[in-house]
């Protein structure tokens, strides 16, 4: 179902945080310019990216590396020549500090490894940003809590979003298009996925777990999926020989959501790495709360899903064509 990615290669090294640009804010409320990539924050203020960045081979746009930041790219794009390093990073995987309240907003960034990168932050923002052709992906937020990805638009690349382990995490009101996963959250707990227009992809948005890590407690609610491969789905790992090795997602809310147009709408069911399938294995009882949906084809345990309503409309912006 999934190509498996290791994240880990987007980190930047500590190492490398004694070249390119430090920007540290200074104490007044004056706003600093970003102005070329390989740029990196590390004190408390607003910044503002006040020209195109085209960001060379092995350089990244900007690493954020302090809390408390407000960064306006000022209606300008980053561009990666290579998807080699990411757009925006807050944080690191080497630095053992979780970065919170920070603001990423109103800019494009393509072409990058992954558009916006959140290690570890708490609290943070993304909004108004345009994420396109990003090869791995738009947004991907790792061990993450609490933060809010919204209003934003995504056209192509791998995934669109993706959270790894996340916590209490808000992604709503985004527009995506041509992506091969939509809203792809693994092993996450406690989050809203509402309010979102998924479309032409392929797995519009999804729930699994990581490892022992199962998905639970997540509410997909308001949601527009629409001619995908794959509608809404909740899945574990397994085969029919082994049974399950990764658990199913279970315990997650599942309302008012309009799924049509794709292959299968809406899915409960174990994907099978050996065979890229689903099945649904024999016996086996609904582990998700499925409510008031609208669809037209469903694979799950017997009365899991239940039966289509009609929805008039949803929360989930529409596309301008």
Same mark, same amino acid.
């Given at each position: ?8 290669? #987007? ?155 996340? #916590? ?17 959250? #693994? ?66 809310? #599942? ?67």
């Amino acid at each position: 179902m999934k190509m498996r990615v290791n994240y880990f290669w #987007i980190s930047l090294p500590l190492m490398l945080l004694v070249a390119g640009s430090l920007l540290a804010a200074p104490k007044t409320k004056a706003q600093m310019d970003v102005t070329e990539c390989d740029t990196y924050v590390t004190e408390p203020g607003k910044y503002k990216v006040v020209n195109d960045l085209a960001c060379e081979p092995g350089e990244m746009a900007i690493q954020i590396l302090a809390s408390d930041v407000k960064l306006n790219l000022g209606g300008h794009t980053i561009s990666c020549e290579t998807p080699e390093r990411s757009g925006v990073i807050v944080g690191d995987r080497l630095i053992p500090e979780i970065f919170s309240n920070v603001h990423i907003r109103n800019g494009t960034v393509t072409g990058c490894g992954v558009g916006v990168l959140l290690w570890f932050t708490d609290g943070a923002r993304v909004t108004k940003m345009s994420l396109n052709d990003n090869a791995e992906s738009g947004v991907t937020l790792i061990e993450a809590e609490n933060n809010v990805i919204r209003n934003n638009s995504f056209v192509g690349g791998f995934w669109a979003i993706s959270s790894y382990e996340g #916590i209490g995490n808000s992604f709503g009101h985004n527009k995506i298009r041509y992506s091969t996963l939509g809203i792809d959250l #693994i092993g996450e707990n406690d989050s809203r996925i509402t309010c979102n227009a998924v479309d032409q992809g392929y797995y519009s948005l999804s729930l699994e777990p990581l490892g022992a890590t199962a998905s639970t407690g997540n509410v997909v609610r308001g949601n527009r999926v629409t001619d995908n491969f794959l509608g809404i789905g909740m899945f574990g790992y397994g085969t029919p020989e082994d049974g399950v090795f990764q658990p199913m997602s279970a315990d997650n809310l #599942i309302h008012r959501n309009i799924a049509t147009g794709n292959w299968l709408d809406m899915v409960e069911a174990i994907y099978n790495p050996d065979t890229d399938g689903l099945f649904v294995p024999p016996g086996a009882e609904c582990q998700n709360m499925w409510k008031h949906n609208q669809f037209d084809t469903e694979l799950g345990p017997p009365d899991c899903i239940g039966t289509p309503v009609e929805i008039k409309k949803v929360c989930a912006p529409e596309f301008d064509d």
